[in-house]
């Protein structure tokens, strides 16, 4: 029996236990939101301030006093003002010295100063501890209580048990730290909220300039062309025909993008014969951001079906079809069963289903939610042994869908293949050079490279 108490005795956390008071200088939004937030987990806040007298903006169960009283009251300082008003803190630091200081300010822009907030402000005040932390935290967040999309917290110092306890507050504040190691990490945690999707810019960017380049590419061949030789007005293919046209096209190549860059770093390391020599700083970051290009590439596919659906309930689809019906009535004549394109068709839109059903699970698995919970080796057979059978289907749909066009010549207005033909460069390129890695003369070779021989062992120094 004492042994089972024992055991629920430990499992209890010690609720009773009085935590230390935290000094927050600064009285702005975020030093209000954070005290806020300290309060409602228990920890008595002490504010200072220039001015001791009390404000109805401040929390009403912390105190306020001056600078120099609230730091001796206090042995963790979070410092919520802006680096430029820093040098009030020189004179106070014999009061600070041995305290634990908490930067968690924020710049402009990127790499706005020659070091961090952090370093610069361990250089004024020596004799304390600092450490960086809650800069991707907004006071908005802390306020409203919506913090699931900024729930980590990213703390660095040279302090270990420093670190320790700003890390034990942020547990507190109902947050996860996040170690990112000594206080040189800083800089890179201050950049952190000023990057604008950084891993998206290169997708977006390229997915803009092919959308680009393939509607005004349309426009020419689909809606210039037959205006100009056959005197009719398509112009209403920009709302629907043009852009089933352009979706598939960048989904087909964007996905053939994702694998490229693997294709290429194989070569390079049957060239090299070792895998222990950087990959081209181009090549580099082409793989980095192979995820958002395989989630553009899902959103354009996911285009393509909406509008593919759209076709039976078109104006000009209705009136093709009343028209081909109208004049086989006047002709008292009926078109008979064409098995071959029935089965074209049918092989068409069944490739293109599971070709999409593969493409769906792909964005699914690159979750962070569904991804944590799978190991490394189930994760890359999803992403590269489904994710090249995803390739070779959509590769296929779109084969099968004007493979017996290639040869007619209506298919090159003004000299011009179809888009669709142009999407199959990429793809076959990447595939073929694929199937040509699989051949065990080039497969053993570079698996033997990947597991760490070299054909050169100097590179490895």
């Given at each position: 029996?004492?042994?089972?108490s024992?055991?629920?005795?430990?499992?209890?956390?010690?609720?009773s236990k009085?935590?230390?008071?935290v000094?927050?200088?600064g009285?702005?939004?975020?030093?209000?939101?954070?005290?806020?937030?300290?309060?409602?987990?228990?920890?008595?806040?002490?504010?200072?301030?220039?001015?001791?007298q009390p404000?109805?903006?401040?929390p009403?169960?912390?105190?306020?006093?001056?600078?120099?009283?609230?730091?001796?009251?206090?042995?963790?300082i979070?410092?919520?003002?802006?680096?430029?008003h820093?040098?009030?803190?020189?004179p106070?630091?014999?009061?600070?010295?041995?305290?634990?200081?908490?930067d968690?300010?924020?710049?402009?822009?990127?790499n706005?100063?020659?070091?961090?907030?952090?370093e610069?402000?361990?250089?004024?005040?020596?004799?304390?501890?600092?450490?960086?932390?809650?800069?991707?935290v907004?006071?908005?967040?802390?306020?409203?209580g919506t913090?699931?999309?900024?729930?980590?917290?990213?703390?660095?110092?040279?302090?270990?048990?420093?670190?320790?306890?700003?890390?034990d507050?942020?547990?507190?504040?109902?947050?996860?730290?996040?170690?990112?190691?000594?206080?040189?990490?800083?800089?890179?945690?201050e950049?952190?909220?000023?990057?604008?999707?950084?891993?998206?810019?290169?997708?977006m960017?390229?997915?803009?300039?092919l959308?680009?380049?393939?509607f005004?590419?349309?426009?020419?061949?689909?809606?210039?062309?037959?205006?100009?030789?056959?005197?009719?007005?398509?112009?209403?293919?920009i709302a629907?025909?043009?852009?089933?046209?352009?979706?598939?096209?960048?989904?087909?190549?964007?996905l053939?993008?994702?694998?490229?860059?693997?294709?290429l770093?194989?070569?390079?390391?049957?060239?090299?014969?070792?895998?222990?020599?950087?990959?081209?700083?181009?090549?580099?970051k082409?793989m980095?951001?192979?995820k958002?290009?395989?989630?553009?590439?899902?959103?354009?596919?996911?285009l393509?079906?909406?509008?593919t659906?759209?076709?039976?309930?078109r104006s000009?689809?209705?009136?093709?079809?009343?028209?081909?019906?109208?004049?086989?009535?006047?002709?008292?004549?009926?078109?008979?069963?064409?098995?071959?394109?029935?089965?074209?068709?049918?092989?068409?839109?069944?490739?293109?289903?599971?070709?999409?059903?593969?493409?769906?699970?792909?964005?699914?698995?690159?979750?962070?939610?569904v991804?944590?919970n799978?190991?490394?080796r189930?994760?890359?057979?999803?992403q590269?042994?489904?994710?090249?059978?995803?390739?070779?289907?959509?590769?296929?749909?779109?084969?099968?869908?004007?493979?017996?066009?290639?040869?007619?010549?209506?298919?090159?207005?003004?000299?011009?293949?179809n888009v669709?033909?142009?999407s199959?460069?990429?793809p076959?390129?990447?595939?073929?050079?694929?199937?040509?890695?699989?051949?065990?003369?080039?497969?053993?070779?570079?698996?033997?490279?990947r597991q760490?021989?070299?054909?050169n062992?100097q590179?490895?120094?």
């Amino acid at each position: 029996m004492s042994r089972n108490s024992y055991n629920t005795m430990a499992l209890t956390p010690n609720t009773s236990k009085k935590r230390e008071t935290v000094c927050i200088f600064g009285t702005g939004d975020f030093g209000r939101a954070l005290g806020h937030k300290m309060i409602q987990s228990g920890y008595p806040v002490v504010f200072g301030s220039r001015s001791a007298q009390p404000s109805s903006l401040i929390p009403k169960d912390a105190e306020v006093l001056s600078h120099t009283e609230a730091a001796q009251k206090a042995a963790i300082i979070i410092i919520a003002i802006q680096r430029q008003h820093y040098n009030f803190l020189t004179p106070l630091a014999e009061v600070l010295h041995g305290k634990v200081l908490v930067d968690v300010s924020n710049n402009l822009k990127i790499n706005q100063y020659p070091e961090s907030n952090a370093e610069y402000l361990a250089q004024l005040v020596p004799g304390a501890k600092v450490v960086k932390a809650f800069n991707t935290v907004s006071a908005w967040a802390l306020q409203s209580g919506t913090l699931d999309a900024s729930r980590q917290v990213f703390v660095c110092g040279d302090d270990m048990e420093a670190k320790q306890m700003v890390m034990d507050i942020v547990r507190a504040l109902g947050l996860t730290p996040l170690d990112q190691g000594s206080l040189l990490a800083a800089q890179e945690i201050e950049n952190y909220p000023l990057q604008l999707f950084p891993m998206w810019k290169f997708p977006m960017i390229l997915s803009l300039v092919l959308t680009a380049f393939f509607f005004f590419y349309c426009l020419i061949r689909d809606v210039i062309y037959s205006y100009v030789y056959e005197k009719k007005d398509f112009s209403f293919f920009i709302a629907i025909s043009i852009p089933n046209r352009i979706c598939p096209a960048l989904a087909l190549i964007l996905l053939a993008l994702v694998y490229l860059p693997g294709v290429l770093a194989a070569i390079l390391q049957l060239y090299r014969g070792t895998k222990y020599r950087r990959f081209p700083d181009w090549l580099d970051k082409w793989m980095l951001c192979r995820k958002q290009l395989g989630l553009v590439a899902l959103a354009f596919a996911s285009l393509h079906v909406l509008y593919t659906l759209v076709i039976p309930i078109r104006s000009f689809v209705r009136w093709r079809i009343s028209s081909s019906i109208l004049s086989q009535a006047l002709k008292n004549e009926t078109q008979p069963l064409n098995t071959t394109y029935s089965w074209l068709s049918d092989s068409y839109l069944a490739l293109g289903i599971l070709g999409f059903f593969l493409f769906v699970l792909l964005g699914i698995t690159s979750l962070p939610s569904v991804s944590n919970n799978v190991n490394w080796r189930e994760f890359r057979f999803v992403q590269s042994k489904l994710g090249y059978v995803t390739l070779i289907l959509c590769t296929a749909h779109t084969l099968v869908y004007g493979g017996n066009r290639f040869l007619s010549p209506s298919s090159y207005r003004w000299y011009l293949p179809n888009v669709y033909m142009l999407s199959l460069i990429i793809p076959c390129i990447v595939l073929v050079v694929k199937f040509v890695l699989v051949f065990p003369c080039l497969d053993k070779p570079l698996t033997r490279i990947r597991q760490g021989w070299e054909r050169n062992p100097q590179y490895s120094e």
